[in-house]
C-alpha cells in the first residue's frame, strides 16, 4: 500500500538538546491510518503533527480498547540511522491486537510507516550520548457507540518524540519495593498485551512506591503472591551465582524486545540464562547465602536498569553492595552501542533506514 | 460552583423511539469540565454536543487513565424526572478516581451537573415503556506527555443517550458461559474500579462466548478460577433453597447499585440474602440436589437479567427449566416501577428533577 504525504509548511522549532527529557517534544510529522468497517486498514498518510477530533462517545475514552509499542531510532555518529529490531516491536503489536480483538495491520507497511516517517522527521533525531528519537505506534477504538463490545472502526498512529539521556546523571542503581498489596496482572488476563489498561491500573502502587522513596515497584504474580514478574514497565534479571534468571512468559508478562536482546547476548557470550518461575523466597536466600549477585531491568527507555536495593516486608535486600554489576555494565555498553553503531551488530538486530 | 451555559443554536431531529437501540444517539448539550495542574476542577460548563479535539500524545490514549459512569433518567407518566440513587454513581465514580489516581470531584457538583444536563436535555428523555436517558459521566487523563505516570491533567464529561426497552421482545432469560481460560480481574488489581481498561479485558472472553451461542460469560475469580464474581457487565445472584447468595465484594467485583437495590428489595421483602464467596462447584451441586432455583444478573443497562442456561466443562446447568423464575420477575417488576415513578418509592431512592 502506498502511503500519502501531506507536507507541513509551519514548522516547529527544535527543543534544546540538553533539556530534552522524556516524551515531552513531538516533531513536525506523524503517521495516521484508519480502519473502516467492511473496508479495512485504509489511507496511511503521513501528514503534520496535529490534534485528533473525536465525538465524546468514542469507544476509547469509554472502554480502553487499544494498544501501543514503543521503540528508538537512533542517530549513528557517521550520520546513518538506525532502528533496534523493530520487526520485534511489529510482531507484538499484532500480538496485542489479537488479545484486545483489534483487527491485525500488515508487519511490512508498519515497517514502510515508522520508515518513511523517521527519515522525513530525521532532523528531530538528537545526536547527543544517551539520546534518541522514540517511536510510539498506538491503536485505538473510535466507534461513536457507548456500550461493551469490540469497535468496529480504529485509528493507527505514529509519533515522534526526541529524548533525552535516561541516566543523565549517571549509570546509577535503582532502589525497587517489593509490591505486596497492589497486583499489575493474572494468567488469563491482558498482562502480555501493551495496552492502556495495564499501565493505569500500575498507577497507584507506582505512587505510592515514589512517595517512599522507591523509583520502581518489583509487581508478584497475582494470584499466589509469590513468583516475580516485573519491575515497574521493564522485565527483571537476577544472578544467582553463575547462573541468570529471569521469569518465564506465562501471560502475565510483556514479552520485552530488550529482555529478548537482553537473554541472546547474555548466552552468545557464554551466561547461563533461565527463562522460569522465580520466587521472592529464593531471591531473599540467595542474598541470605551470599550468592545473589546482581539484579537489573530491561526495557527500551533505560535499556538496562541496575537495582541496587530492593525492599521486602520492611527489609532491604542490598545487591551487589549497591554498585553497577559487571554483567549490568558490559550488556548496558553491549547494547547501546550496538543501538547507537558504536559496536559491530553481530547479531543483525540494526535496520539502517537512512539509505 | 456555577456551571457555565452556552446555547445550541444548531439543534438534531430527535430519533424514532421504537429504534432507539442503546448508546448510539446523544443529545443536543454536554457538560464539560477541565482539571488544570495547580488550580484544580475549573470551568463547569453546559455546551453543545460536539467533538474534542486532543493532542495525539493526551495519555488517554496511550496509558487509559480514566473512569466512568452509567445511571439513567426516567421520564414517569405525569411527565416527571427521575433519577434513581444518583449519589450512589457519584461515590463510585469518585471511589474510581481515588483508585486511578485521579482527583476526587465534588459530589454535590456532579449531582448539579447531571440534573442541570438532564434538564437541558429534557425533551430527548423518551417516554415509551422500558425506555430512558441513559446518562453517561467519564473523566480521562489529557497531560500531553509520553511516559508512565498519573497525569496532571484532566476532562470532565458527561454525555446523554436516549436507549431503547433492553427488553424488546419480551423478557427472556439469557445463556451464559462459564469462562475458564480468560480472566476479568484480580484482587489488589483494578476491578471493581469502573475504569475503561478492564472492559477491554472483558471483549475478547466475551466475544468467543458471543460466537458460542452465549449472550455472556460469568467470570471466575482470577486467582482460584474456583469462585464466581460477575456476569458480563452485571453482578450476579444465585438462590440456593430459600437463599439468596450474591458475590462478597472482594475487591475484583463492582460494587453495583442495582446490586446494591437488590438486596435491600429482597430483604426488606422478606428473604435472607448472603454475600460470601460462591464456588461454582457448590452451584453444580444445588442444581444436582434439585436446590438451584434462580440466577439473575443486575446491572443499569438491563436492570434483572433471568439466566436459564449457564455452561461449564461442556455441561448444561439448567435453571429453572428455562424459564424466567418468580423472584427475577418480582424484582424487574419493582426496581423498574420505582425508577419510572409507577411503583410508590418506600425507600427515597429517586429524585425528581423537573421541579
Known sequence: MEIGFIENIDKK??????????????TDYMFEMDYIDGEGWVNPTIKP????????S????????SVFEGLKAYRTKDDRVLLFRPEKNIERLNKSNARMCIPEIDKELILKAISELVKV??????????????I????????YYVGVRQSHN???????SPVGAYYSEGFNPVKIFIEQ???????????????????AASIKAQSEAKEKGFSQVL?????EHKYIEEVGAMNIFIMIGEEILTPELTGSILDGVTRRSTIELLRASGYQVTERKITIDEIIEAQFNGRLKEVFGTGTAAVISPVGEMWFEGQKILINGGEVGNVSQKLYDQLTGIQTGDVEDEFGWTIDISK
Open 136 to 143: 510510539r505506534p498506538f491503536v485505538f477504538a473510535t466507534d
Open 49 to 56: 503533527y496535529a490534534p485528533i477530533s473525536l465525538d465524546p
Open 58 to 65: 468514542a469507544m476509547v475514552f469509554h472502554y480502553g480498547q
Open 154 to 160: 480504529y485509528k493507527f498512529l505514529i509519533i515522534l
Open 181 to 199: 498489596q497492589y497486583v499489575r496482572a493474572v494468567k488469563g488476563g491482558v498482562g502480555e498485551a501493551k495496552t492502556a489498561g495495564n499501565y
Open 121 to 134: 522527521d530525521k532532523d528531530w533525531i538528537p545526536n547527543q550520548k544517551g539520546t534518541s528519537l522514540y
Open 13 to 26: 522549532s527544535k527543543p534544546n538538546q540538553n533539556q530534552l527529557g522524556f516524551g515531552q517534544h513531538f
Open 219 to 223: 509487581w508478584l504474580d497475582g494470584a
